[in-house]
C-alpha cells in the first residue's frame, strides 16, 4: 500500500483545486514561507479525521475552509481527498484503490466517504487502524513532534509500538464489547429493581 494521491479544494489556501500525484519513494515539498507546505500536511491530518481545530492551527473547524484575499471570494466548503494504492489489499477493504474524502461546509455540516460512499468517521478510523496512517498513528510527525515521542510517557510511547505491531483494533474492540457488557449489566440491575418492586 502507498499514497498515491491528494487532492485539495477551498482548503485553507488552496482556492483553486490541486491534485499531488506521490510516486513511489520520497517526495518532498519546497516553497518559500507562507506558500502552504505546512497547509499540504493539515489536509492530509485533517482528511484522516482529525477534530482539534488546534492542530490545525486555526481557532474552529470553519477556518479549514478559504476565507478570501484581496480579489478573491470566500468560499462556501472545503474538500479533500487522499488515494492509496491497495493492491497489496493492507486495508481491509476489496478494492485496489481507496480514496478517503472529508468535505466540510460553513454550516459547520461535514461528510466523510471511502470510495465517493458516504461514511462515518468510526469507519475511516478502523479502516486506517493497525497501518500507522490514522491521525493517531506514527506516519504522521509534526514539528517538535520528535523531541515528545522521545520524552513523553511511557505509555503514550506504548502507544506507538501497539500501533506498529497491529494490535490497536483489538484492544478497541474490547473496550466496545467491554461497554456493552457494562450497559447489559446495568439494564440486568433495572430489570431487577424492576421485578422486585413488581413482586
Ligand atoms: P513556512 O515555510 O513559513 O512554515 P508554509 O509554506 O508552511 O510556510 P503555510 O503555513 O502552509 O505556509 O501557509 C500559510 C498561509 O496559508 C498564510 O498565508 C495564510 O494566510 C494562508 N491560510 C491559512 N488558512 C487560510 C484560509 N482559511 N484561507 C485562506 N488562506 C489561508
Redesign the pocket.
Known amino acids: 500500500m502507498y499514497l498515491k494521491k491528494l487532492e485539495i479544494y477551498g482548503f ?2 488552496f482556492a483553486d483545486k490541486i491534485e499531488i500525484d506521490f510516486k513511489k519513494g520520497i517526495t518532498g515539498i519546497v ?10 500536511i ?1 489536509a492530509v491530518r485533517w482528511v484522516l479525521g482529525e477534530q482539534s481545530a488546534k492542530t490545525l492551527r486555526g481557532s474552529k473547524m470553519e ?7 484581496s480579489h478573491r471570494r470566500p468560499l462556501g466548503m472545503a474538500e479533500v481527498s487522499l488515494s492509496f494504492d491497495n493492491s497489496d489489499k493492507l486495508l481491509p477493504i476489496d478494492y485496489s484503490e481507496v480514496t478517503i474524502t472529508r468535505r466540510i461546509y460553513r454550516s459547520g455540516e461535514s461528510e466523510y466517504l471511502i470510495n465517493k460512499t458516504p461514511c462515518r468517521l468510526k469507519d475511516i478510523k478502523e479502516l486506517l487502524m493497525d497501518t500507522g496512517i490514522g491521525i493517531d498513528g506514527y506516519s504522521l510527525i509534526g514539528q517538535g513532534q520528535i523531541d515528545s515521542i522521545l520524552s513523553s510517557k511511557t505509555e503514550d510511547r506504548r502507544q506507538i509500538f501497539e500501533e506498529a505491531a497491529g494490535i490497536v483494533k483489538y484492544k478497541a474492540r474490547k473496550a466496545e464489547a467491554e461497554k456493552k457488557l457494562e450497559n447489559t449489566y446495568q439494564n440486568i440491575v433495572r430489570i431487577n429493581d424492576i421485578i422486585g418492586e413488581l413482586e
Open positions: 485553507k489556501s516553497g518559500p514561507n507562507g506558500s502552504g507546505k505546512s497547509n499540504i493539515d477556518d479549514v475552509i478559504f476565507n478570501g484575499t
